[in-house]
């Protein structure tokens, strides 16, 4: 006959079968936590090591002697006859003295290629800042070409067979040649943070982008914030509870699911083609991220002020003060901390995204640095979308590196939430 199992049995029993549970699910959670961990290391290891090339320039060092004559320039030129003037002519002739043999057309052509387009701009720009340099021979440290930057940076295998390179024997041997004597070395690549875009990968730079960034989201801070912060106010303290109300709520709810893309499509049809507002212009950009990123900060807005104790809103009204003063004086105060990381949160999302701003043509190929938010510009994450589109290799690293500088900010805006959140947040 079988013992009857008693209650502490049946107890323990429960409790081991419960423990173990536990441990199931506990090793299944730290299992996936390792997973995605890993994940994230792997990607972040991925993009750091395709983007650390970029941080770095080749130069090609080379003795150039400016005739004043040959460029038709004078100590006392304009500024329009400098622009005017072609540099590039002295640079050629600098690499035809430093490798005489190159007396073929086709050989001299590929000789020119050792440096980048942009180094006759350098040249002219030392020059018109130190016009003393008409007449003299001066040694100067010019960008190289994206081929060759490619090979000091190894991109381009050099034991590979000709057929196989991009770069041929003839040019590669040049690069070997200058590369041993120091002619060829690299250094840190200041153009990266202070040129705009350009179809030249040695040439291209995120400035312009950076700015463009800045200027969409100082527009999408100052319409969203006020506007958001007073709704969620409202909403929260003053509205009636009716069926009125509670419509609005949901479709504020509705909004913050809504896809960014159709944000874009109503920022086309209604400031673009009704209010002919200037395409790629960040004063767009940042009207449609602030109707984006409305219902986002509404949202957190009105989840801080509904944390603050109902006691402070009694105590103030029971000392005299009015239901306006309650609000602003002391229920506002205590729900800023909330309010401020909502707010760096969904600014955070809007410098990220990218597919409503492709719809008012912030994809646009733009050179030059904008200098309000009226000039046409792009921004990070569509400089990323352009340069990853790219044919040429070049544009590789710099793909990972503009997705590293976007990181960086995105990480830089969620720590200063943390920060505030946790410098302002009071215990009730």
Do not use: C
Request: aromatic share 8%; charged share 20%.
């Amino acid at each position: 006959m079988n013992k009857p199992i008693n209650n502490t049995d049946q107890v323990k029993l429960s409790l081991k079968k419960r423990y173990f549970k536990e441990k199931v699910f506990k090793s299944a959670g730290l299992l996936a936590i390792g997973i995605a961990f890993m994940f994230l290391l792997v990607l972040l290891t991925d993009i750091i090591t395709k983007a650390m090339p970029a941080f770095s320039q080749t130069q090609v060092n080379l003795t150039v002697s400016i005739d004043a004559d040959e460029l038709g320039l004078k100590d006392d030129s304009s500024r329009e006859d400098f622009m005017a003037a072609d540099f590039r002519q002295p640079i050629r002739q600098a690499l035809r003295d430093r490798f005489p043999e190159a007396t073929k057309r086709k050989v001299k052509k590929e000789l020119y290629t050792l440096v980048s387009i942009g180094a006759e701009y350098q040249l002219r720009d030392a020059v018109l800042e130190n016009p003393a340099l008409l007449g003299q021979s001066v040694t100067m440290d010019f960008i190289a070409d994206d081929d060759v930057d490619a090979v000091i940076k190894g991109a381009i295998d050099r034991t590979l067979p000709e057929s196989d390179r991009r770069v041929k024997d003839q040019k590669l041997g040049w690069i070997l040649e200058m590369e041993a004597s120091g002619e060829v070395h690299k250094t840190f690549n200041w153009l990266f943070f202070s040129a705009g875009d350009s179809r030249e990968p040695e040439l291209a730079g995120i400035k312009g982008a950076i700015l463009g960034s800045l200027y969409t989201l100082l527009v999408t801070l100052a319409l969203s914030f006020p506007v958001a912060v007073a709704a969620a106010i409202y909403l929260e303290e003053f509205a009636p509870k009716n069926r009125f109300i509670d419509f609005i709520e949901i479709n504020i709810n509705n909004l913050a699911a809504v896809p960014s893309i159709v944000f874009g499509l109503l920022g086309l049809a209604v400031f673009i083609n009704f209010f002919s507002m200037p395409r790629s212009a960040p004063l767009v950009g940042g009207i449609v991220l602030s109707l984006m990123t409305l219902p986002t900060i509404i949202i957190a807005s009105r989840s801080a002020i509904k944390a603050v104790p109902p006691s402070l809103r009694e105590a103030a009204l029971g000392l005299g003060a009015s239901k306006m003063q309650t609000v602003f004086h002391h229920v506002l105060p205590a729900a800023l901390p909330g309010i401020l990381t909502g707010t760096i949160i969904g600014m955070a999302q809007a410098l990220g995204e990218t597919a409503p701003l492709l719809m008012i043509g912030m994809v646009a190929f733009i050179v030059d640095i904008p200098q309000s938010i009226g000039d046409p510009s792009t921004v990070l994450p569509i400089q990323v979308f352009l340069w990853a589109d790219a044919p040429e290799r070049g544009f590789l690293e710099k793909t990972s590196a503009a997705i590293l500088v976007l990181l960086v900010f995105l990480i830089a805006m969620n720590a200063v939430a943390i920060r505030l959140r946790k410098k302002f947040e009071k215990k009730w």
